[in-house]
């Protein structure tokens, strides 16, 4: 399996990202995909789901900024993160059935799956 992370990088506050999150190898064709980040100093914090189903679920920290979709025929996650701050800096994993905040790249299985990351630095 592989996950892919991109669209990170420098903004200024106020400012907007999209990042995107490519899956392959996946034997479930539209498994629970969220986003999850991990500043300087700081715990592994979720930010956002979406299930098989549609439903999307925020961090109340993200809540009315940030927009989680899917393209399954693309296979990719997005996040739109707009009216960027400055505490919305850090690296953001995307996670595939994750089932415990890891922020590390691990395709092993065990807690889901997760990407290498992307850093986004609101500055």
């Known amino acids: 399996v592989q996950l892919v992370e991109s669209g990170g990088g420098l903004v200024q506050p106020g400012g907007s990202l999209r990042l995107s999150c490519e899956a392959s190898?996946?034997?479930?064709?539209?498994?629970?995909m969220s986003w999850y980040r991990q500043g300087s100093g700081t715990e592994c914090e979720w930010v956002s789901s979406?299930?098989?189903?549609?439903?999307?679920e925020y961090a109340d920290s993200v809540k009315g900024r940030f927009s989680i979709s899917r393209d399954n025929s693309k296979n990719t996650l997005y996040l739109q993160m707009n009216s960027l701050k400055p505490e919305d800096t850090a690296v953001y994993y995307c996670?595939?059935?994750?089932?415990?905040?890891?922020?590390?790249?691990?395709?092993?299985?065990?807690?889901?799956?997760w990407g290498q990351g992307t850093q986004v630095t609101v500055s």
């Open positions: 190898g996946f034997t479930d064709d539209d498994p629970d």
């Open positions: 979406t299930t098989t189903f549609g439903g999307t």
């Open positions: 996670a595939v059935d994750a089932s415990a905040p890891l922020c590390i790249y691990d395709l092993g299985g065990d807690f889901g799956y």
